[in-house]
């Protein structure tokens, strides 16, 4: 095998496909992934039609080059191609783009394998690695790419054995029919206020629940919509530009500040900065990067990865009823009492406790980056071979500037590839589909020995040129 593709989510379908656009006639590539998700992934592999995308529909073609081709494959006209559609409807295109890859490659005598397997070790080899399946199988790869997403969501700290062996806990919202078992008048304590508590607010919603739903997260801030109609990003004054080049965290805040009291929409302005963010980041020193993560990572959270206007207005419309409530705090402990989950809670800036009862407290917290901390078999057993180095600042795995993964020595290990969120440490910005899609090209190309792609419109860096955003 030449190349061993580990996880079918989008980035090992997109790479799948940029490398069967590219590789040499007789080569030969194989997507594992598990049964369950493989070809869509974790998010487009929802059964639940109320969960949406959060990019425009015209802007979520597979290929950079072809931004628009997701709404062209569904035919969509104007004003839906701007629309956020189900993100089922994605995990469609997806399978589709897989299957075309597929016939593409017979047709260029390029196979492009697909099996549904769990991979729990890799060992390095003479003729490349050798990668171990949990159903006892093995094989070679010349060179194998990681593309597992991101972790398995960490187990809450506080909770009481019995409360996490009980139905009043739920780990794992979508997986086992878990909110069709909550009684529509239950009192729902969620842990997150991010994207997945959105989707989880707004299934609860649209399955008729009555009870009320608290919401707890440290800055207690919810994501914010996207606009209706999209607008050009502002042009960055030239002394914002400049702070920007050079890293300077300090500074660029300022700036900030000062462009947004002025600015009409702030989104124009979070858009003009999208282009370069991962420049950015690569700017930042490590002490810088950890003060971004400390003081700001919430607010660029909700500012950045909006949710569609039409769900942000569900989820308001349950606030303005009180049915919805978002604290700023911490939850300390949390155990079963007759019954009922008893948790406490600090609040935000206070020195007292309280505690308060619900009927479910469900786990919604955000995407899951730490490899130093994970139960992923198969990180867990590259960590401990030594073979990938965990991110100093906890955000995936280091890599250099290709995408190689560095082993515990900080050593490239050659034929070993990382692409997806587990990326975050050396680009911050890699788990939304345009930044992925742009990723998974790059590395097709130098894995294939292209040059690396011009950035083109989808990547452009000039942050003195307005351009339109989803
Ligand atoms: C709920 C949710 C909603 C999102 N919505 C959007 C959106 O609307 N727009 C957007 O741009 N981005 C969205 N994202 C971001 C999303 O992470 C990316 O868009 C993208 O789907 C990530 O793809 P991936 O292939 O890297 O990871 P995943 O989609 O997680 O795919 C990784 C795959 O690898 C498999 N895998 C992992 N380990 C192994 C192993 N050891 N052996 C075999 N297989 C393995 C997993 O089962 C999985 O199928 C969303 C993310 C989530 C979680």
Redesign the pocket.
Known sequence: MDIAI?????????LARGLVQRAAPGSRIVL???A???G???????PYKE?????RACD?GIDPAAPAAFADWLELESPTREG?LP?ML?GDYLAEQLDAAITWGESRNVQLQCLH????SLERVTDGFRIY??DGGSFIAARVVL????LPPQPMSGLDADLVASPNYIATP?SGGALERIRPQARVLVVGTG??FA?VAISLRRRGHRGRIDALSRHGLAPLPHALHPSAPVTLPPKLQRAWQEGDLHRVLRGLREVARVVDDWRRLIDALRPDIQGFWQRLDTTQRRRFLRHLRSYWDVHRHRIAPQLHEELQAMRDSGQLQIHAGRLLHAGLDRGKVVSVLRDRGASTTRAVTHDVLLRATG?EVDVNRTR????VHLREAGLVRPDALGLGLETDADGTVLDRQGRVVPGLHL???LQCGQLWEI????E?RRAAVALAAHLTGEPTPVAGEDAAADLSRPRLSA
């Not at 969960?51 to 990019?55: D, F, Q, W």
């Not at 397997?117 to 729990?120: E, N």
């Not at 992923?376 to 990180?379: G, I, S, V, Y």
């Open positions: 580990i996880g079918a989510g989008f980035s090992g379908v997109a594992l992934g598990h369950e998700s493989h869509r992934g974790v998010a487009y592999g929802t969960h949406c995308l959060n990019v979520l956020f993100r994605y397997a769990d991979v729990v399946l949990a593309a597992p997403g991101a979508f994207l997945t989707d995407l992923h078999a198969l990180l692409l997806g969120p788990i939304a589909i345009p992925l």
